[in-house]
């Protein structure tokens, strides 16, 4: 199993084999075959602190998903006005109140590999926090499995149905359940949408079907893959599909805090009569809530597993058993091989938050991070971008002088429009001429949140021309009439060789 | 697979029975959901393979049922481009060249037409960049053999020049090399002075009998001017700004004078509609020499 560092050798709970994927202990001679029908998993609702959390984290996840396209952000009269929009018409992200343009695209670049350093050391300090609180996976399953018990009952109910013949009964809860589902999954698709595309105008456009073919188009995908990996499919999409969990095995290691059960207090496990004496045994008493409540449905008694996306509801469901027995909670815990090795010797192992791992994972995230508020904090909002003309690299005119023509970028990223001087400088006499423009002759106006191309000549005069080298640095200007801001950049300005 | 299970010792796992150099595989079954999804996607492949061009034969390839093909797809992005562009041509049509300069989206229109039309038909003498070489001027300069201004290039371009028809630019040079009229010694002086004209290197004392010949016997200056400075209504080159449609060493200035030179360029109107043409002047007019 790939998830198993090497020191699981330590935990000496593990079990020979997987109860549930083994074939069993009967000895039946025939082979099991290499395709199985999927056991299904009915996971009981469990209460306590963990579950808390996780509803919590549900409720704040999902209000931002379907929240955040209504968030209105004043940035101007040209400009869209939702806060959190990935405009592909106009090729920009617009975050609050970071515009990222095309070709900034490499900002999300860096947010996407700081997501990435971030998990690495939550993953490198808690194991799979990010699978079993803040996955869409997680979230979007919790969510169905709850609207499964709202029409089904909790497990006992819903195991009872699922074998019971079809009946009015069956049929209408069944029914109800799919019906929610993608009622659930068609909210789901229809808030994807709203980030591409102004949320209030995409609503209307939606309902009298003048909405672009893709928005309705990715609706149905998104509706479909809701209803499908969160309602049907589940824990076979962790599982099988999803190439995080083995990932994350090259992450965590003994020092790691895993969701864990503490043999080395749970064993020999057995059941337990009240009254009985504590003597010679341990604190299991074999009452397998710890599997009736796992929503992947494996034993977390068996040790560190694949399946297990460490969701943390087996430790409210042994903690409330302990609690009821009057045992210590916590036997099954966050802790770490390290701890749980030591505790077998009946030692302690004190957390390490601070090791290599850690600290690599922390030290790359913090120069990434740095390096990225750096690039935000250099940001321009008027630029220049200039591209000399190559064919032909110069041209001489009939008095002598020699001319170079560039086209001139300006972006301006500004929302409002500008008026620009534009000026060069570097080379005594060169003189300007912009292609198009009216008078005055260096004056061009600039929309807001646009690129202007724009052709320019440039001319030396023959006494200024042959005193310079073939090819000598020429710099243009652009200033802001308005607020005189500036965007320069160097160029080359070209002769004959002499 | 044999018929008898058969356990991993160390894992206690059950393996698929499959051995490899003593290595034996421990078997974990798929579900069988993921098995369907495979057999799905071999059916994908052959309603793909029905409905959408897939297999070549030996002259042609299957069609599939949709009817698709990225030939026609082809076709109607740029039939809807051509419409796009339609309302630019038919400005184009109406404005004059004067106007289409001064409208900042027609004259963008027009630039971008006209260097596609550029690199289509005269790319080919002018050059990809228009700057020319030895017989085909560079039009990037301010020195225009026929005159820069956006009716002479119109009318340039139209008519072409030197290729017969009746409107197309005409001039000749003489070829003062046959039957005597200039000797190949005068032909020498004249040639030095002509190289006086643009400050270049020569014989200051055969420039002077040049001089003489020029505006004398030789009559250059009926044509090229008084002061060599050349003349757009007969298409004589300015010979004092050191730019040489073919070249400006002693001996090409002796081949010049001595064979006379008569270049020719196509009358575009009999290849290219009018709003093409108008878009061309444009964008050679924009090339930064325009009058």
Redesign the interface.
Request: with cysteine; charged share 20%.
């Given at each position: 199993m790939s998830s198993t560092p090497p020191t699981a050798s330590i935990s000496l709970t593990v079990a020979?084999?997987?109860a549930k994927?083994?074939?069993g202990e009967g000895d039946?001679?025939?082979?099991?075959?290499?395709?199985?029908?999927?056991e299904p998993v009915y996971p009981k609702l469990v209460h306590g602190e963990f579950r808390r959390i996780k509803w919590a984290i549900m409720i704040v996840a999902l209000g931002i998903y379907y929240g955040l396209p209504w968030l209105r952000w004043d940035r101007g009269p040209s400009v869209p006005d939702q806060a959190v929009l990935l405009d592909f018409e106009h090729q920009r992200l617009f975050f609050l109140s970071l515009d990222i343009w095309a070709q900034e695209f490499y900002f999300v670049t860096a947010i996407l590999i700081l997501s990435a350093l971030a998990l690495f050391l939550v993953t490198a300090v808690a194991g799979r926090v990010w699978c079993g609180y803040a996955c869409p996976q997680t979230v979007w399953t919790d969510l169905m499995i709850a609207v499964e018990r709202l029409w089904q009952g909790d497990r006992n109910a819903r195991i009872r149905l699922a074998k019971a013949p079809w009946s009015f009964d069956t049929v209408w809860r069944t029914t109800g359940t799919h019906v929610s589902w993608l009622v659930i999954a068609f909210f789901t698709g229809g808030a994807l949408v709203f980030y591409f595309r102004d949320a209030p105008t995409l609503l209307s456009e939606f309902w009298n079907f003048s909405a672009p073919a893709i928005a309705y188009i990715f609706l149905a995908v998104f509706t479909a893959s809701t209803y499908l990996l969160g309602g049907l499919a589940r824990e076979?999409v962790c599982i099988?599909m999803c190439p995080w969990p083995r990932i994350q095995g090259a992450m965590f290691d003994a020092e790691s805090l895993l969701i864990s059960y503490r043999g080395y207090r749970g064993e020999p496990r057995g059941p337990h009569k009240k009254g009985d004496s504590w003597e010679g045994r341990g604190d299991c008493i074999d009452c397998k809530q710890c599997v009736v409540v796992c929503p992947t449905g494996i034993d977390i008694r068996n040790g560190p597993q694949l399946e297990c996306i460490q969701c943390a509801l087996c430790i409210d469901a042994c903690d409330e058993i302990m609690g009821k027995i009057g045992r210590p909670k916590k036997l099954i815990a966050y802790d770490t091989f390290r701890n749980l090795d030591a505790a077998s010797h009946g030692d302690r192992a004190p957390l390490r938050l601070i090791r290599p791992r850690t600290m690599l994972y922390a030290g790359a995230f913090l120069l990434v991070l740095s390096i990225t508020l750096f690039g935000l904090s250099r940001k321009t909002i008027l630029d220049v971008n200039i591209v000399p003309?190559?064919?032909?690299l110069f041209?001489?005119?009939?008095?002598?002088s020699i001319?170079n023509?560039y086209t001139l970028r300006i972006i301006n990223k500004r929302h409002e429009a500008r008026a620009c001087d534009i000026s060069v400088s570097g080379i005594p006499g060169a003189s300007l001429r912009i292609?198009?423009a009216g008078t005055p002759q260096n004056l061009t106006e600039i929309k807001p949140d646009e690129v202007r191309s724009i052709?320019v000549?440039v001319t030396v005069p023959k006494l200024s021309a042959d005193q310079i080298a073939a090819s000598s640095a020429l710099a243009f200007t652009i200033r802001d009439r308005g607020d005189g801001t500036l965007a320069a950049r160097q160029t080359n300005f070209r002769g004959p060789e002499r | 697979?044999?018929?008898?299970?058969?356990i991993d010792l160390h894992?206690?796992?059950?393996t698929?029975?499959h051995e490899w150099d003593g290595i034996t595989e421990l078997?974990?079954?798929?579900?069988?959901?993921?098995?369907y999804v495979f057999y799905s996607t071999i059916v994908w492949a052959f309603a793909y393979w029905v409905a959408y061009p897939a297999w070549p034969m030996i002259s042609g390839y299957t069609k599939g049922m949709l009817g698709y093909s990225e030939r026609s797809r082809v076709t109607e992005s740029l039939a809807a481009a051509r419409a796009a562009r339609s309302q630019f041509n038919e400005a184009i049509a109406k404005a004059s060249l004067k106007e289409i300069?001064a409208d900042?989206k027609l004259?963008?229109f027009a630039i971008a037409g006209g260097k596609a039309a550029f690199a289509n038909n005269c790319a080919g003498c002018h050059?990809?960049?228009?700057?020319g070489s030895a017989g085909y001027p560079?039009l990037?300069?301010?020195?225009w053999i026929w005159g820069g201004t956006l009716e002479a290039i119109h009318q340039t371009i139209y008519y072409g020049a030197r290729n017969g028809s009746d409107q197309a630019r005409m001039s000749q040079m003489p070829r003062f090399g046959a039957g005597n009229m200039l000797t190949p010694a005068q032909i020498n002086d004249t040639a030095e002075y002509v190289r006086s004209l643009s400050k270049l290197p020569h014989d200051a004392a055969a420039a002077e009998r040049g001089n003489a010949i020029f505006h004398g016997d030789g009559g250059c200056a009926s044509c090229h001017g008084e002061e060599g400075k050349g003349n757009q209504e007969v298409g004589a080159p300015?010979l004092t700004?050191?730019?040489w449609l073919y070249g400006g060493s002693k001996e090409t200035i002796v081949t010049t004078i001595t064979n006379g030179r008569g270049g020719v360029m196509p009358a575009w109107a009999e290849r290219l509609d009018a709003e093409t043409i108008k878009k061309l002047t444009v964008y050679v007019h924009?090339l930064?020499?325009g009058q």
């Amino acid at each position: 199993m790939s998830s198993t560092p090497p020191t699981a050798s330590i935990s000496l709970t593990v079990a020979p084999g997987n109860a549930k994927r083994s074939a069993g202990e009967g000895d039946t001679p025939e082979p099991t075959a290499l395709y199985a029908k999927r056991e299904p998993v009915y996971p009981k609702l469990v209460h306590g602190e963990f579950r808390r959390i996780k509803w919590a984290i549900m409720i704040v996840a999902l209000g931002i998903y379907y929240g955040l396209p209504w968030l209105r952000w004043d940035r101007g009269p040209s400009v869209p006005d939702q806060a959190v929009l990935l405009d592909f018409e106009h090729q920009r992200l617009f975050f609050l109140s970071l515009d990222i343009w095309a070709q900034e695209f490499y900002f999300v670049t860096a947010i996407l590999i700081l997501s990435a350093l971030a998990l690495f050391l939550v993953t490198a300090v808690a194991g799979r926090v990010w699978c079993g609180y803040a996955c869409p996976q997680t979230v979007w399953t919790d969510l169905m499995i709850a609207v499964e018990r709202l029409w089904q009952g909790d497990r006992n109910a819903r195991i009872r149905l699922a074998k019971a013949p079809w009946s009015f009964d069956t049929v209408w809860r069944t029914t109800g359940t799919h019906v929610s589902w993608l009622v659930i999954a068609f909210f789901t698709g229809g808030a994807l949408v709203f980030y591409f595309r102004d949320a209030p105008t995409l609503l209307s456009e939606f309902w009298n079907f003048s909405a672009p073919a893709i928005a309705y188009i990715f609706l149905a995908v998104f509706t479909a893959s809701t209803y499908l990996l969160g309602g049907l499919a589940r824990e076979q999409v962790c599982i099988y599909m999803c190439p995080w969990p083995r990932i994350q095995g090259a992450m965590f290691d003994a020092e790691s805090l895993l969701i864990s059960y503490r043999g080395y207090r749970g064993e020999p496990r057995g059941p337990h009569k009240k009254g009985d004496s504590w003597e010679g045994r341990g604190d299991c008493i074999d009452c397998k809530q710890c599997v009736v409540v796992c929503p992947t449905g494996i034993d977390i008694r068996n040790g560190p597993q694949l399946e297990c996306i460490q969701c943390a509801l087996c430790i409210d469901a042994c903690d409330e058993i302990m609690g009821k027995i009057g045992r210590p909670k916590k036997l099954i815990a966050y802790d770490t091989f390290r701890n749980l090795d030591a505790a077998s010797h009946g030692d302690r192992a004190p957390l390490r938050l601070i090791r290599p791992r850690t600290m690599l994972y922390a030290g790359a995230f913090l120069l990434v991070l740095s390096i990225t508020l750096f690039g935000l904090s250099r940001k321009t909002i008027l630029d220049v971008n200039i591209v000399p003309d190559r064919n032909p690299l110069f041209v001489q005119l009939a008095d002598g002088s020699i001319r170079n023509g560039y086209t001139l970028r300006i972006i301006n990223k500004r929302h409002e429009a500008r008026a620009c001087d534009i000026s060069v400088s570097g080379i005594p006499g060169a003189s300007l001429r912009i292609l198009g423009a009216g008078t005055p002759q260096n004056l061009t106006e600039i929309k807001p949140d646009e690129v202007r191309s724009i052709k320019v000549y440039v001319t030396v005069p023959k006494l200024s021309a042959d005193q310079i080298a073939a090819s000598s640095a020429l710099a243009f200007t652009i200033r802001d009439r308005g607020d005189g801001t500036l965007a320069a950049r160097q160029t080359n300005f070209r002769g004959p060789e002499r | 697979m044999t018929a008898r299970r058969e356990i991993d010792l160390h894992s206690g796992v059950e393996t698929t029975g499959h051995e490899w150099d003593g290595i034996t595989e421990l078997n974990k079954p798929l579900p069988r959901w993921w098995l369907y999804v495979f057999y799905s996607t071999i059916v994908w492949a052959f309603a793909y393979w029905v409905a959408y061009p897939a297999w070549p034969m030996i002259s042609g390839y299957t069609k599939g049922m949709l009817g698709y093909s990225e030939r026609s797809r082809v076709t109607e992005s740029l039939a809807a481009a051509r419409a796009a562009r339609s309302q630019f041509n038919e400005a184009i049509a109406k404005a004059s060249l004067k106007e289409i300069e001064a409208d900042p989206k027609l004259l963008e229109f027009a630039i971008a037409g006209g260097k596609a039309a550029f690199a289509n038909n005269c790319a080919g003498c002018h050059g990809r960049g228009a700057q020319g070489s030895a017989g085909y001027p560079n039009l990037n300069d301010d020195n225009w053999i026929w005159g820069g201004t956006l009716e002479a290039i119109h009318q340039t371009i139209y008519y072409g020049a030197r290729n017969g028809s009746d409107q197309a630019r005409m001039s000749q040079m003489p070829r003062f090399g046959a039957g005597n009229m200039l000797t190949p010694a005068q032909i020498n002086d004249t040639a030095e002075y002509v190289r006086s004209l643009s400050k270049l290197p020569h014989d200051a004392a055969a420039a002077e009998r040049g001089n003489a010949i020029f505006h004398g016997d030789g009559g250059c200056a009926s044509c090229h001017g008084e002061e060599g400075k050349g003349n757009q209504e007969v298409g004589a080159p300015n010979l004092t700004a050191n730019i040489w449609l073919y070249g400006g060493s002693k001996e090409t200035i002796v081949t010049t004078i001595t064979n006379g030179r008569g270049g020719v360029m196509p009358a575009w109107a009999e290849r290219l509609d009018a709003e093409t043409i108008k878009k061309l002047t444009v964008y050679v007019h924009s090339l930064g020499g325009g009058q």
